[in-house]
């Protein structure tokens, strides 16, 4: 794929609007104060590169992105405060969130901004047209390094770059080119594992996956999802059943998931098979205190040692991943959770058609 690369494109002096992944997960640790703690910034870490090559290159940097689902209100728990924080820390710059309009009037000379949540507008999800003007305004050239986003069809992801010169971040340039190895080439068998949350976005590409997968193992929510609202027929999927206080997959289907993974050659994972817990969390309940996260654990041991080709990603699952002390052990860990399935389902990200055009 000939993405446009950042590292061609005439930088210095000039302002670059990067679409960045800061979806990162968070936990609250002062609750009067409303103080959120980063639990895990693989994907700001990922991130880093680009941000650096351009403040390195002489460019003045507004990064952009969202956190959660804030559905076009200003809400304190999406903020984008901790991450601008991560950014001041790294850089050792003063850290600063403008909202949009606050934002038209900057003129004090900062090299990196960092813009609040693009979600607390409903401009963002919803394209509107002086929405996405009042953003482009703000920059010269515009970079999407938010691979993780590019499955969705929103002004900072497809609206920008019909209005700017566009490129492609190197994170976003290093996740095409290794999803790329595996659809060009699978080995086979070639399995594909899904859990977790969002059904609206994974519940379809399931049935896409059927099409290139020899197995499609679906365990937690998506699994109960199928079985009771949306029944397939397709002897390639298994569904996982559920202990008995739907907390995690019960152990049968563990075993029988972990028996296909040791076949595979190829192996695509993305999302939980039970309810995982934030490394920060207080544990407050009894529930809390049980172990829910002891599929998700199995599973991911059986993949490494199945010594498959494997690939991995998604914000719950790194986290996981790096909680446990497993996130090195995959072949591949992408960014995206919903993106890179749809990737390798053979889907166009409408991010990075954007980019082509
Ligand atoms: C993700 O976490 O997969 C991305 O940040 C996209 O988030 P969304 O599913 O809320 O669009």
Not at 269 to 276: A, E, I, R
Request: proline fraction near 3%; charge should be negative; include cysteine.
């Amino acid at each position: 794929m000939n993405l446009p690369d950042i590292l061609k494109a005439e930088v210095a002096g000039k302002t670059i609007l990067v679409r960045g992944d800061l979806d990162v997960p968070l936990t609250e640790f002062r609750v009067q104060n409303s103080e959120f703690r980063i639990d895990d910034d693989t994907r700001i870490v990922a991130g880093f590169p680009t941000v650096d090559y351009l403040l390195k290159s002489g460019a003045t940097v507004i990064l952009i992105g969202h956190l959660g689902r804030p559905e076009g209100k200003v809400q304190a728990e999406y903020s984008l405060e901790p991450i601008a924080k991560w950014y001041s820390q790294v850089f050792s710059i003063r850290y600063l969130v403008f909202s949009i309009g606050e934002f038209s009037g900057w003129k004090i000379g900062e090299k990196l901004v960092v813009l609040e949540n693009l979600r607390f507008y409903p401009g963002e999800e919803s394209k509107d047209s002086s929405f996405v003007q009042k953003l482009s305004w703000l920059g010269d050239i515009y970079v999407n390094d938010a691979f993780a986003a590019s499955h969705r069809d929103h002004a900072s992801i497809v609206g920008i770059p019909k209005l700017l010169h566009h490129f492609a971040g190197l994170q976003l340039q290093k996740e095409i080119e290794s999803l790329s190895k595996i659809t060009d080439n699978p080995q086979k068998p070639c399995i594909v594992i899904i859990g977790g949350k969002k059904l609206e976005t994974k519940l379809p590409l399931v049935e896409k996956m059927l099409e290139i997968a020899d197995f499609v193992l679906v365990g937690g929510l998506i699994a109960k999802e199928i079985e009771e609202h949306h029944p397939i027929y397709n002897a390639k999927l298994k569904l996982a059943r559920q202990n008995k206080d739907a907390t995690d997959i019960a152990q049968v289907s563990t075993d029988e998931f972990v028996r296909v993974i040791s076949q595979a050659k190829t192996i695509v994972w993305n999302g939980s098979m039970g309810k995982l817990s934030s490394k920060f969390k207080v544990q407050s309940s009894k529930l809390d205190q049980e172990d829910t996260e002891e599929g998700t654990r199995r599973i991911a041991q059986a993949i490494i040692k199945s010594r498959a080709y494997s690939v991995t990603g998604g914000g719950d699952t790194i986290e996981f991943l790096q909680k446990e002390g497993l996130f090195d052990k995959f072949n591949f860990v992408s960014t995206g959770g919903g993106a890179m399935l749809s990737f390798l389902a053979g889907e166009k990200l409408p991010g990075i058609e954007a980019l082509l055009q």
